[in-house]
């Protein structure tokens, strides 16, 4: 009886834990490119995606009109942040412009073209029905091209009652608008 004593609120906490419910997580909708825009380029890497912490986080935000952001509890992007906007910016370009476009590290022998990194001020959804995406690209070329940079600040519209479906379609469609706006103003 002795030993069962100890082990008591180590079986309790296992038990809470195992009854706990698991997270809600959310899938970014797969979206196409539906028209071609040619490039400057045969291959891009995407070498960094750099997001704010709470669009890094793996809690779907929200942003209020007083400007304070909100998590619901127990509601999550599937995959990473990072890695999936990168994967789907590689998709996007690679649909749009028909180029071997990659995230990092480049998988390929033969080494790119062109590099590709955006430093997002902003991918938040608001509370108003607005998805935004704001910040920098840069474009380094291979062999003395010449470098490129730019801003984006790009809206998407959604239905806030949607939730947070209609959440992560916003995220899917405004970063198919990015690889569109950097496809045109900074590979080409």
Known sequence: MGFIKPLFPVLALCCLTACASAPD?????????????RIAFRSVEIREISLPAYAASDEISSLGTDGKLTNERGVLWADTPERAV???LARHLSGLSGARVASAPWPLDTLPDARLELRFESLVAGTDGQFRAVGQYFVAV????????GLF???????????????????GQIILDL??????????
């Open 25 to 37: 997580r959310y899938v970014i909708p797969a979206t196409e490119a539906t028209e071609r825009q």
């Open 86 to 88: 990168a994967l789907e």
């Open 142 to 149: 291979a062999e003395g091209g010449r470098e490129r940079s």
């Open 153 to 171: 600040d790009l809206s998407q519209t959604f239905d806030p009652a949607g939730g947070p479906q209609a959440i992560a379609t916003a995220r």
């Open 179 to 188: 690889a569109r706006y950097i496809a045109v103003n900074g590979l080409r």
